[in-house]
């Protein structure tokens, strides 16, 4: 599973939609166009882009808590909690991430799960200060007790960088790390998956860039994360099988900086695309239709 934070399907806009505007190679190479609202499924013989709702019959903005637990908990979570919630996950949530998160549903069966994301020495630092406000991927592996990557991961190949390709932890927090092409950070991270049972990866550039908070270049930001994941799906092993989810609409319309209420982008690709196309229509129905896959 590969993890956008904050990708919306959108219009078809050459100013406000950086799909329209800059180009996605994933979207037209593998699936012959750009989906928009008008046109919101789109089909490779083994892959598919489809919708999947947010909203969650709740009223509001999605937000990040409430859509990623109901994404790796298998939940409505925003119906649970009465609201749209974010960005962390709500406090009564909590003892439902510790016992239904995807990993812990992995590995009480017996298999391998793997979280690739790697922390800096900043992040390992603030859970020494007793803080805990976490994402509800970093909660959930905590509470299921799976190591959190480092930098010394990243430099054995054995992790990835949320960003990729490892050149914001230098500029920014003073690594000397050797910077990756997308496509190497790509065939890494589908190595580490021919290890695990269930790999996730997750990606949140594409959220900030939504916000306006982010101090990079958008269209070199998108052309790096559009080579990771053309390589991910391009270069999937046989046996593999591949999704993309995110959370809530943002990134698909910076005309505003906050949450949508389009449909979240849904990519399936790989052995049980087509399963899990026909599985998923809201994001509590991710993992339902991920865990069937390994009945």
Known sequence: MIFLDGVGIGNEDFQFNPFFKYGFRTFTEIFGGIPTLKNQTLKNKNAFLFPTDARLCIEGLPQSGTGQTSIFCGMNAPK?????????????????????????????????????????KIFFDYLKSGRSRLSATSLSCKLSGMKLNSSTDVRKGNALTAEITNERWNDKLGYKLKVLKPKTAARRLLRIAERNSFTLYEYFLTDHLGHGRYDGDAQSTLQILDEFLFTVISDLGKEMTLIICSDHGNLEDLSIKTHTLNPALTISAGKYAEELFFMIKDLSQIKPAIMKIFE
């Open 80 to 120: 649970y909690v009465g609201k749209h919630f974010g960005p962390y996950p709500y406090s009564t949530l909590i003892p439902i991430i510790k016992e239904e998160n995807i990993f812990k549903n992995f590995i009480s069966l017996g298999k391998k799960a793997f979280f690739a994301n790697a922390y800096p």
